[in-house]
C-alpha cells in the first residue's frame, strides 16, 4: 500500500480505543512494531483541526516524499526550529510517541534517560498549541528544578519561531512574585516541580481551566521522592477533558496504578535499546575499602581521566568532603547539593557544559535531570539507594550517541547489593582493579603530551607574548650555551610546579594480599593456644576484648580477615591476637573512628557479634 493510500484509509479509520491495540515495543527504528512513515500523525492533524494545515490533496502529495521530522506533518516553523538545533532523524521513542500525542490520546512511554523523550512529547503539544489562547494549555511537571529548567529550556528552543507561544518554568527557590507577573503576562506552557505548582495553584496565580495536556515527566523519580500524592492533587483539580502524558524509566506498581486511575485508555510505548545501545556505558566495580575510598577516588581519577565527570554521594557533607580533597590535588571542582542556592547551582551547571569544571560532586537530588554532553564518566563514590537510581546516575554519560564510562565503589559490606544493580541494568558490572602506579604515570605522560601537541598545533591569539617568550628562550639558550631540548625540559619542569611527575613508593593497601592467604599466613604465625602472657600492647596499638573464642572454633585468620575487611586495615596492620575460651583479645591500632568502631560492634565472626569492647589498662 502506498503512503497516500495509507493516510486516505486513516483519515476513514476511527481511532484505536483498546489498550491492546495501542501497546508498542520499539527497539530500534529499523525493527521498530509501527509503520515508519508516520501517515496516521497527518490524518490524525486533519482531524483535529482542519484549518491549521493544507487540504488533504496537498498533504497526500507532501507526505509521500517527506522524511526525518517533516514526516510528522508539524508546521513549518517548528520543523526549522528543529533543523537549527541539528535534529535530523526522529529518535525510536519519538517515532513512536508524536503520532499518538497528535491524535490527542493519552500516552504512558518507558524508556530511559538520554533517548529524546522531551522531543517526543514537546514538539506533538507544541503542535497543538493555540497561542491565541493566553492562558496554560500543557502544564509538565518534573522531580527537580534542574529537570524543569530543562525541560523549559527544551520547549524555548523548539517554539524558537513561534513568537506569539510562551514558556515558563515554576519551582522553589526562584521568586514567587516574578513568577506570578510572568503567569499575568500569559503563558501557553508551565513547567513546574510540584510543590510550585501546587503552591500557585492554591494562590489562584495558576489557572489551569483552560489546560488541555498533563505531562508526567520522570514519574518513578517522583514517586522515589515522595511526591506521588501532590501529583494526584494535581491531577484531581484539572479538567476532565485532558489528555496526560505518563514518562517513566521504570514502571512500579504505583506508577502502573496512577496511568490506570487517570489516563483514558492510553497508549502504550515501551522502548528497549538494542544491546549494543545498551552497552555504550562501561560498567565496572571495585572494592574499596570505606577509609581509603578518597585515595582511590584520586587515583581512579589520574588514570580514567575524561572531558567531564560527575562523582555521585549520599549526603552533602560528603559533597563537601570530597570536593575540598580534590582541589587541594588541583582540579576543577563544583558542589552540588540542597544546599546550593538555585542561582548558584544554574552557573554551576553553565560552567560545567561549557568545560570551565571538569569535575562535579553531586548528590542524586542535586544532579536530577541534568544533561550535559560532555559528561564522559560517572563515578558512584557511595552505593546508590536502589537499581533505579543507579540506571539514573549512569544516564548522566553516554549520551547523544556518544560511550561513556560508570566506575561504582563497593565497600566490602556492599558487595552483596551488587547483584540487584545487575538486574537493574540489565547486563553484568565487571570488576577493576585500583589503577597502579605504572598507569598513572603512564596517563601523565600521555596528558602531557597531549597538551603540548595542542599547545603547537592551535594557535592562541597572543602573539605578542609568544614573540616575547620566543626572544626569552632564545636569549637562556645564548646565554647557557644549551640545546633546545634542554630548555624544554626545564620549561616542562617549571610547568610542573615542583610537583613530581611519576608516581612513586609503595601501592600499600592497593597490593595487599588476598584475605584467603592472609588467613593461613595468620593461621601459621600464631599457634592455637591460651595466650594469657600479660606484655601490653605496643605504644601505637590499642587492646581491644571481642565476645568470640576456642568454643565458637574461631582462628586468628577469621578475626584478621573480618575486621581487615571492614575496618579498611591491611592485615598486617592488625596486632596480637589472644584466644581464650569464650572470648578473645585483638590488637589495633589508635585512632579508630567511631563509626568503624561501632560497625565492628555488629560485625560477626563465626555466626557470633563481636561485641568490641575496648580494654583499660
Known amino acids: 500500500m502506498t503512503c497516500a493510500a495509507e493516510l486516505q484509509a486513516e483519515l476513514h479509520t476511527p481511532i484505536a480505543s483498546s489498550q491492546e491495540d495501542s501497546n508498542l515495543t520499539v527497539t530500534d527504528p529499523s525493527d521498530t512494531a509501527i509503520d515508519p512513515t508516520p501517515v496516521p500523525l497527518a490524518g490524525s492533524t486533519i482531524l483535529d483541526d482542519p484549518g491549521l494545515i493544507a487540504p488533504a490533496d496537498e498533504l497526500l502529495a507532501d507526505v509521500a516524499t517527506a522524511s526525518g521530522f517533516q514526516k510528522f506533518g508539524l508546521r513549518p516553523e517548528i520543523l526549522e526550529a528543529v533543523a537549527a538545533i541539528g535534529f535530523q532523524d526522529p529518535?525510536?521513542?519519538?517515532?513512536?510517541?508524536?503520532?499518538?500525542?497528535?491524535?490527542?490520546?493519552?500516552?504512558v512511554g518507558q524508556a530511559q534517560t538520554g533517548t529524546g523523550k522531551t522531543a517526543a512529547f514537546a514538539l506533538p503539544l507544541l503542535e497543538r498549541i493555540d497561542p491565541t489562547q493566553r492562558g496554560p494549555q500543557v502544564l509538565v511537571l518534573a522531580p527537580t528544578r534542574e529537570l524543569a529548567m530543562q525541560v523549559a529550556e527544551a520547549f524555548n528552543s523548539f517554539a524558537a519561531k513561534l513568537s506569539q507561544v510562551r514558556v515558563l518554568a515554576v519551582y522553589g527557590g526562584a521568586d514567587f512574585r516574578d513568577q506570578i507577573q510572568q503567569l499575568r503576562r500569559g503563558v501557553q506552557i508551565v513547567v513546574g516541580t510540584p510543590g510550585r505548582v501546587m503552591d500557585h495553584m492554591r494562590q489562584g496565580t495558576l489557572d489551569l481551566s483552560g489546560l488541555r495536556s498533563l505531562v508526567l515527566d520522570e514519574a518513578d523519580e517522583m514517586l522515589r521522592m515522595g511526591f506521588i500524592d501532590d501529583v494526584e492533587w494535581v491531577l484531581e483539580q484539572l479538567p476532565s477533558q485532558r489528555q496526560v502524558v505518563l514518562f517513566s524509566a521504570t514502571m512500579p506498581n504505583e506508577i502502573r496504578r496512577i496511568s490506570q486511575k487517570y489516563l483514558n485508555s492510553p497508549a502504550e510505548v515501551t522502548i528497549r535499546p538494542k544491546a549494543a545501545d545498551g552497552r555504550r556505558i562501561r560498567q565496572r566495580y571495585l572494592m574499596v575499602p570505606a577509609p581509603h575510598k578518597i585515595e582511590v577516588l584520586e587515583r581512579i581519577l589520574e588514570a580514567e581521566r575524561r572531558e567531564g565527570v560527575i562523582i555521585f554521594a549520599r549526603t552533602k557533607a560528603i559533597t563537601v568532603t570530597v570536593a575540598e580533597s580534590l582541589e587541594q590535588h588541583g582540579y576543577d571542582v563544583a558542589v552540588l547539593n540542597g544546599d546550593v542556592p538555585q542561582t548558584q547551582r544554574e552557573r554551576t551547571i553553565e560552567r560545567l557544559?561549557?568545560?570551565?569544571?571538569?569535575?562535579?560532586?553531586?548528590?542524586?537530588?542535586a544532579a536530577r535531570g541534568l544533561d550535559v554532553d560532555r559528561i564522559g564518566l560517572v563515578i558512584n563514590y557511595d552505593i546508590p539507594f536502589d537499581g533505579e537510581a543507579y540506571v539514573h546516575r549512569i544516564g548522566r554519560t553516554g549520551r547523544a550517541g556518544r560511550n561513556g564510562d560508570a566506575i561504582l565503589f563497593l565497600t566490602p559490606r556492599e558487595r552483596r547489593f551488587l547483584g540487584g544493580l545487575e538486574r537493574a541494568v540489565g547486563q553484568p558490572i565487571e570488576p577493576m582493579d585500583v589503577p597502579s602506579n605504572a598507569a598513572i604515570n603512564q596517563n601523565r605522560l600521555d596528558r602531557l603530551r597531549q597538551h603540548l601537541t595542542e599547545s603547537l598545533t592551535t594557535p592562541d591569539g597572543r602573539q605578542e607574548e609568544r614573540a616575547l617568550l620566543t626572544e626569552i628562550v632564545q636569549r637562556v639558550a645564548q646565554e647557557q650555551d644549551c640545546s633546545a631540548e634542554h630548555?624544554?625540559?626545564?620549561?616542562?619542569?617549571?610547568?610542573?610546579?615542583?610537583?613530581?611527575l611519576l608516581l612513586q613508593g609503595e601501592e600499600g593497601w592497593s597490593q595487599n594480599r588476598p584475605t584467603a592467604t592472609r588467613d593461613r599466613d595468620r593461621d601459621r604465625e600464631r599457634p592455637r593456644r591460651d595466650d594469657r602472657q600479660d606484655d601490653p600492647p605496643e605504644q601505637h596499638m590499642e587492646r581491644f576484648r571481642i565476645e568470640v573464642g576456642w568454643r565458637d572454633r574461631v582462628k586468628p585468620g577469621n578475626i584478621v580477615g573480618a575486621i581487615a575487611n571492614e575496618a579498611g586495615l591491611n592485615g598486617r596492620a592488625i596486632g596480637r591476637i589472644r584466644i581464650f575460651d569464650a572470648h578473645s583479645t585483638v590488637d589495633l591500632p589508635k585512632g579508630m573512628p567511631d563509626d568503624v568502631f561501632?560497625?565492628?560492634?555488629?560485625?560477626?565472626?563465626?555466626?557470633?557479634?563481636?561485641?568490641?569492647?575496648r580494654l583499660t589498662a
Do not use: C, F, H, Y
Open 91 to 107: 529518535s525510536p521513542i519519538q517515532t513512536a510517541a508524536i503520532p499518538e500525542l497528535l491524535l490527542g490520546r493519552d500516552l
Open 353 to 365: 557544559r561549557d568545560g570551565r569544571v571538569d569535575v562535579l560532586v553531586a548528590t542524586d537530588v
Open 487 to 500: 630548555l624544554a625540559v626545564a620549561a616542562l619542569s617549571i610547568s610542573l610546579g615542583g610537583r613530581a
Open 598 to 613: 561501632a560497625d565492628l560492634r555488629r560485625l560477626r565472626v563465626m555466626n557470633k557479634e563481636l561485641q568490641i569492647s
